[in-house]
C-alpha cells in the first residue's frame, strides 16, 4: 500500500481530533485538544502529534499542555516518530500501546442488516459497558464517556451512528461511521457489542451497513484503528481488512 494511502488517513485523523475539539492549542510536531464539558475523556483533551518532534522534549511538552488535568494522553499518528518516542515516553511514567491501521479491500456487503440510530437508542448499553469496564468510577465519569459522542458529530462532514437491533428493539451492537466525501476517507469507530448479545452475529452486521453506508458515500478508503495487542484486530482481519500502518498511544495517570 503507497504511504501516501496512509498518509491521507493520518491527515483525516489529525483533521478529525481538532475538527471535534472545543478548542485546541498548536505545539511543535502537533497540538493539543481539550473540551471541558468532557473533562473525564482522555481522548477529548489530549496531546496529538501529527509531524516531527524532539522526543526527549516531549515528556515535558505534554506537562505543559496536560499538566491541570488527572491523566494523560498523547496520541502519536507516524509509527517512525512513535517508536522514537517511546523510551522518553515510558522513562516518564507513560504506558505505551500500539495501534493498528486497517483499510478494507474487497466489495462492501450488499445488504443492510442494520440502521443509522441516534445516540439516545445507545445511551444505556454504552452506560452499562463502561460500568462494567470501570466499575469504580463515579457517575459523572460515565456519563462524560457516553455524551462525548455529541461531539464526534463535529469532527468529520458526515457521522453517522449504526446499530443493530434485538427482535426486541435494544440496540445489541453498535458502532460510528466518519466520512469525508471529498477526499473518499471513512473510519468505523468503537465497534462493540453488549456483553449479553455477544456471537450472534450483531456486529457483523454493523460492519456490514457501515461499509455499505461509506460504498454510497463514494469513500474508497475505508479503514478502522484496532489494538495490535487485542483480538478484535484477526476480527476484522477475517472480514477484509488489512493492516498498513501503525500509530502509537502513551497513557499516565
Not at 502537533?30 to 496529538?48: I, K, L, P
Not at 498523547?74 to 500500539?98: F, K, N, W
Not at 468510577?137 to 443493530?164: S, T
Not at 455499505?212 to 489494538?227: I, M, Q
Amino acid at each position: 500500500m503507497p504511504s501516501s494511502e496512509l498518509q491521507r488517513i493520518n491527515t483525516f485523523l489529525s483533521g478529525f481530533a481538532r475538527r471535534q475539539a472545543r478548542h485546541t492549542v498548536d505545539l511543535p510536531g502537533g497540538f493539543a485538544v481539550y473540551d471541558d464539558a468532557y473533562a473525564h475523556s482522555r481522548a477529548n483533551n489530549q496531546v496529538v502529534i501529527d509531524a516531527a518532534v524532539d522526543a526527549e522534549a516531549l515528556p515535558a511538552l505534554a506537562e505543559e499542555a496536560l499538566g491541570h488535568l488527572p491523566h494523560r494522553l498523547i496520541s502519536v499518528l507516524d509509527h517512525a516518530v512513535g517508536m522514537a518516542c517511546v523510551e522518553p515516553l515510558v522513562r516518564a511514567g507513560y504506558t505505551h500501546s500500539t495501534y493498528l491501521v486497517m483499510l478494507h479491500a474487497g466489495p462492501a456487503p450488499t445488504s443492510k442488516p442494520a440502521d443509522e440510530v441516534d445516540l439516545d437508542a445507545i445511551r444505556a448499553p454504552l452506560a452499562r459497558r463502561w460500568r462494567r469496564l470501570l466499575p469504580d468510577v463515579d457517575n459523572e465519569v460515565v456519563r462524560h464517556l457516553v455524551d462525548r459522542r455529541e461531539a464526534r458529530r463535529g469532527g468529520a462532514d458526515i457521522v453517522r451512528f449504526i446499530g443493530a437491533r434485538t427482535e426486541e428493539g435494544e440496540v445489541a451492537s453498535w458502532a460510528d461511521l466518519y466520512m469525508d466525501p471529498g477526499s473518499g476517507l471513512a473510519q468505523i469507530e468503537d465497534l462493540i457489542t453488549s456483553e449479553d448479545h455477544l456471537r450472534r452475529g450483531f456486529a457483523d452486521a454493523v460492519l456490514a451497513t457501515a461499509l455499505r453506508l461509506a460504498v454510497d458515500e463514494n469513500c474508497g478508503t475505508r479503514f478502522l484503528t484496532a489494538d495490535a495487542a487485542d483480538w478484535p484486530r484477526h476480527w476484522y482481519e477475517r472480514r477484509g481488512f488489512s493492516v498498513i500502518g501503525h500509530s502509537h498511544c502513551f497513557e499516565r495517570g
